[in-house]
């Protein structure tokens, strides 16, 4: 209950009010990464003594940018499932697709998706370039610089749809065409702002 509390703590201080089930599956789900994810490099070795930090933590503050109204999000080379795991647990409203092409992430994913019983979660074992869906929220995390993920993403978008992209400290939103606002990075994430974006 104490791993849990402190994520629910850390979780508030991103302003993100976590349910204790939802805090009990984030702690769940940071140990799959610790033991599974790890090992199968879909998260870096040197992540390992810091997942919560620089990955839960770093997911979560997407949450108060997610609008209440989207009923639909995609998240594109999903790998480990980061952000697309931490959203739909945080957003159980949420119907989730994991868009991942590579068999041990889809592998990873399957079992997370069955461990933590996320019953608003879809795989899509494939590029992105071949979902044919839309969706009210595509993010983008280590996915592509913001260009390439822009155009991968703005396709999938429905009416009125929004990118979430994780930018760097040095992004440049001049090759984007698009209509961009950045977030900037909170104490806890400071490898750079969030960049919302959508069609002009």
């Known amino acids: 209950m104490k791993h849990e509390g402190s994520i629910r703590d850390a979780a508030a201080a991103l302003r993100v009010d ?25 998260v870096s070795a040197g992540d390992a003594h810091r997942l919560r930090e620089r990955h839960v933590l770093d997911c979560l503050r997407a949450v108060p940018l997610l609008s209440r109204k989207a009923r639909t999000l995609a998240d594109l080379g999903s790998g480990a499932g980061l952000p697309g795991v931490v959203l739909a647990i945080a957003r159980p409203d949420l119907s989730v697709s994991l868009v991942e092409p590579r068999r041990r992430a889809v592998a990873f994913l399957e079992l997370v998706a069955d ?86």
């Open 18 to 42: 976590l349910s204790a089930d939802d805090a009990a599956r984030l702690a769940a789900y940071e140990d799959l990464l610790r033991r599974h994810a790890v090992p199968l490099g879909l």
């Open 115 to 200: 461990a933590l019983e996320l019953g608003g979660v879809s795989i899509l074992p494939r590029r992105a370039e071949a979902v044919e869906a839309r969706f009210d929220v595509v993010t983008a995390r280590a996915l592509a610089p913001a260009a390439r993920s822009w155009a991968l993403a703005e396709r999938l978008l429905a009416s009125g749809g929004r990118v979430l992209y994780w930018a760097g400290a040095r992004f440049d939103p001049a090759g984007v065409d698009a209509a961009v606002r950045l977030v900037p990075a909170s104490a806890l994430a400071r490898a750079g702002p969030l960049a919302i974006m959508g069609r002009q």
